[in-house]
């Protein structure tokens, strides 16, 4: 599976963005998939994941309540519709898919190349 995240970029704290993983090689619904942030300095973190049906999306407590992940299995697509956002959501944010819904990094086997969120205050 090759994933491609795109739609990052320059925001305001308080603004909105919506970020996009684009799947090509297998079908999508086999997997779960998550999105993770890593900023500077800092580990990769869990943000939020879903199922591969669309079910049982999980959210970090750091983004429940701002951040939706939702999926289009027929577009081969996930998005992260991200609001509310704050200068610490501030990190490249990555796409992963893997066989089951989990928060850590180790359980996801593919990966996309990352796009830039950049909140200012």
């Known amino acids: 599976v090759q994933l491609q995240a795109s739609g990052g970029g320059l925001v305001q704290a308080g603004g909105s963005l919506s970020l996009s993983c684009a799947a090509s090689?297998?079908?999508?619904?086999?997997?779960?998939m998550g999105w993770f942030r890593q900023a500077p300095g800092k580990e990769r973190e869990f943000v939020t994941a879903?199922?591969?049906?669309?079910?049982?999306?999980w959210y970090s407590d750091s983004v429940k309540g701002r951040f939706t992940i939702s999926r289009n299995n027929a577009k081969n697509t996930v998005y992260l519709q991200m609001n509310s956002l704050k200068p610490e959501d501030t990190a490249v944010y990555y796409c992963?898919?893997?066989?089951?819904?989990?928060?850590?990094?180790?359980?996801?086997?593919?990966w996309g190349q990352g796009t830039q969120v950049t909140v200012s205050s």
């Open positions: 090689g297998r079908t999508l619904s086999s997997y779960s």
């Open positions: 879903i199922s591969g049906t669309g079910n049982y999306p």
């Open positions: 992963a898919a893997g066989p089951n819904v989990y928060n850590n990094v180790g359980s996801y086997d593919y």
